[in-house]
């Protein structure tokens, strides 16, 4: 079983729609969760740590459920420039190693 | 402010030779890491170090995968030989514990443009 799943859509979404996705991941001791994005043929980049109590940056919207072991993000408002691969990624207490998702591919159309 | 640099952008090389790949990663950062990405297995880490010292290296596929971190600002990967399997982007990031201290969400990893590598 892989650490981390997400499903790989894609999700084609209009303009301004509105598009949320998951995670779930096995181990739980994991402390620290995170969104990068990827877009294509780029390297990953930090989209937003994701807190217990949920966070949010602008239209992102992260939560974590602790006890079914999943993190989800939520895009309000897509723009066009939201088109991308968005990795979960997980960590252990005080672990420098990063596990991450094989991505959910969002495509946004005009 | 630059940020992790790698070396070559691309490689095309044939069964059998040797590939060495160069990163450089931020400066300050004590944490350097190397990432294999394929369609096929996503993202995966192959080593990381700290201090320029080798922490895990469980994720080097097999003995034909070496890396070395002579000093804090330079690392390489070496394939050899390297086969067509090998084919993939190679990506080094780096990060500093500096950001973990106090933090809620654990640390952020910079990455590099990587390295795409074909084997023929």
């Known amino acids: 079983r892989k650490e981390v799943e997400q499903d790989p859509g894609p999700f084609n979404v209009p303009e301004g729609a509105t598009v949320a996705f998951n995670c779930t991941y096995s181990n739980s001791a994991s402390q620290s969760f995170f969104w990068y994005r990827q877009d294509c043929r780029k390297e990953p980049k930090l989209l937003m740590s994701v807190y217990s109590s949920g966070n949010e940056d602008g239209r992102f919207t992260a939560q974590l459920n602790r006890a079914s072991q999943y993190i989800s993000l939520l895009i309000r408002d897509s723009k066009l420039s939201d088109s991308a691969t968005y990795l979960c990624?997980?960590?252990?207490?005080?672990?420098?190693?990063?596990?991450f998702g094989a991505g959910t591919t969002v495509t946004v159309r005009a | 402010d630059a940020g992790v640099i790698q070396s070559p952008r691309h490689e095309v090389t044939e069964m059998g030779q040797e590939v060495t790949l160069r990163c450089k990663p931020i400066?300050?950062?004590?944490?350097l890491f190397w990432y294999r990405q394929t369609m096929m297995r996503g993202l995966e880490l192959l080593i990381y170090f700290n201090n320029n010292v080798p922490i895990d290296d469980s994720g080097m596929p097999e003995d034909r995968f070496s890396a070395k971190m002579p000093n804090a600002s330079f690392s390489t990967l070496k394939i050899q030989p390297s086969e067509p399997r090998d084919s993939a982007v190679y990506f080094c990031a780096s990060s500093s514990a500096a950001g973990l201290a106090g933090s809620l969400g654990g640390v952020e990893q910079y990455f590099g443009p990587g390295t795409r590598l074909t084997v023929t």
């Open positions: 990624v997980v960590a252990g207490p005080y672990d420098y190693k990063l596990s």
């Open positions: 400066s300050g950062h004590d944490y």
